[in-house]
Nanobody
Framework: QVQLVESGGGVVQAGGSLRLSCAAS????????MSWFRQAPGKERELVATISWSGGITRYADSVKGRFTASRDNAKNTVYLQMSSLNPEDTGVYYCAQPTGGYWGQGTQVTVSS
């Protein structure tokens, strides 16, 4: 069984930055691609970023491209999402996941004030 625990969320003003972390325990995720999703109030969950097992390949939603950066430290079994130039539309609960295995974190709230 894998547990994913996100941290790093909070309240930030527009234009600010946050770094989310997702620590995995119970099993190494070194060989797996990982994803970040978010869900804004009243909206469906959307894919924000994916990162390959090596970290060498990343993909982003158009809405965050150029502002968000996914990375990982396999030695620490942790993935990160660096978010910059945040705007109120980035507000939501952010989840890390290994979707093919059905593993999801509990989410961390990000609130961007205008």
């Amino acid at each position: 069984q894998v547990q994913l625990v996100e941290s790093g969320g909070g309240v930030v003003q527009a234009g600010g930055s946050l770094r989310l972390s997702c620590a995995a325990s119970g099993r190494t995720l070194t060989n797996y691609g990982m994803s970040w999703f978010r869900q804004a109030p009243g909206k469906e969950r959307e894919l924000v970023a994916t990162i390959s097992w090596s970290g060498g390949i990343t993909r982003y939603a158009d809405s965050v491209k150029g502002r968000f950066t996914a990375s990982r430290d396999n030695a620490k079994n942790t993935v990160y999402l660096q978010m910059s130039s945040l705007n109120p539309e980035d507000t939501g609960v952010y989840y890390c996941a290994q979707p093919t295995g059905g593993y999801w974190g509990q989410g961390t709230q990000v609130t961007v004030s205008s």
